[in-house]
């Protein structure tokens, strides 16, 4: 693995959070709905990996701070209060569902 490979990746995403925050960039959307230790923080190193601009965190769940919708491609980390508000605001948005059983999950 080249040594530089990390940096152009992280170089790649910050020009896709520009070019989103300029809404200058294709607005499809990926959100990992799920509770904690289901995976989410795999997600979104997934996302991460694949060169996307992704938020793991709790901000994007209140679904009203447009400009940090508007920036990430991918968000991941706990349950949105507004799932309909999300698909009207980015139609096409996928909702990847992530699930555990109980007993592993407690």
């Given at each position: 693995?080249?040594?530089?490979?990390?940096?152009?990746?992280?170089?790649?995403?910050?020009?896709?959070?520009?070019?989103n925050?300029?809404?200058?960039?294709?607005?499809?959307?990926?959100?990992?709905?799920?509770?904690?230790?289901?995976?989410?923080?795999?997600?979104?190193?997934?996302?991460?990996?694949?060169?996307?601009?992704?938020?793991?965190?709790?901000?994007?769940?209140a679904?009203?701070?447009?400009?940090?919708?508007?920036?990430?491609?991918?968000?991941?980390?706990?349950?949105?209060?507004?799932?309909?508000?999300?698909d009207?605001?980015?139609?096409?948005?996928?909702?990847?569902?992530?699930?555990?059983?109980?007993?592993?999950?407690?």
């Amino acid at each position: 693995m080249n040594s530089r490979q990390p940096i152009h990746r992280w170089a790649r995403i910050g020009w896709h959070l520009t070019l989103n925050s300029l809404r200058l960039r294709n607005e499809r959307k990926v959100f990992a709905v799920g509770f904690n230790k289901c995976a989410t923080t795999s997600l979104h190193a997934l996302f991460t990996s694949l060169g996307l601009a992704s938020y793991h965190g709790t901000r994007w769940r209140a679904c009203d701070n447009i400009w940090l919708l508007r920036a990430f491609d991918c968000f991941s980390d706990g349950i949105p209060q507004d799932l309909p508000k999300l698909d009207r605001l980015f139609p096409g948005a996928k909702f990847v569902l992530q699930v555990r059983d109980l007993e592993g999950w407690v």
